[in-house]
């Protein structure tokens, strides 16, 4: 069984920095990927930003330049900085995790959710 456990988010103003975490345990025999996705109430689920375990990060157009995804492979974290927030960054965060567990299988992993709230 695996689990991600997500730490981080809250309220903060226009401008402001917040950090997302998200570690994954259990019966984990490798990390493909892992990223974040973010839903705002009355808008489609949107993809933020995405690492591979080779560390190659892919962001969307929205969050290029003020967000920073990171990945520690030995503690199967990934980390979300960030910065500049805009109200229109306002949603649930949730981060995902693509991983061959210790029975052999491939699957992605979700974690519970965190709210971020940017005041303007």
């Known amino acids: 069984q695996v689990q991600l456990v997500e730490s981080g988010g809250g309220l903060v103003q226009a401008g402001g920095s917040l950090r997302l975490s998200c570690v994954a345990s259990?019966?984990?025999?490798?990390?493909?990927?892992m990223g974040w996705y973010r839903q705002a109430p009355g808008k489609q689920r949107e993809l933020v930003a995405t690492i591979t375990s080779g560390r190659s990060a892919n962001y969307a157009d929205s969050v290029k330049g003020r967000f920073t995804i990171s990945s520690d492979n030995a503690k199967n974290t990934v980390t979300l900085q960030m910065s500049t927030l805009k109200p229109e960054d306002t949603g649930v965060y949730s981060c995902?995790?693509?991983?061959?567990?210790?029975?052999?299988?491939?699957?992605?992993?979700w974690g519970q959710g965190t709210q971020v709230t940017v005041s303007s």
């Open positions: 259990g019966s984990i025999a490798s990390l493909n990927a």
């Open positions: 995902y995790a693509n991983i061959l567990t210790t029975r052999g299988s491939t699957n992605r992993y």
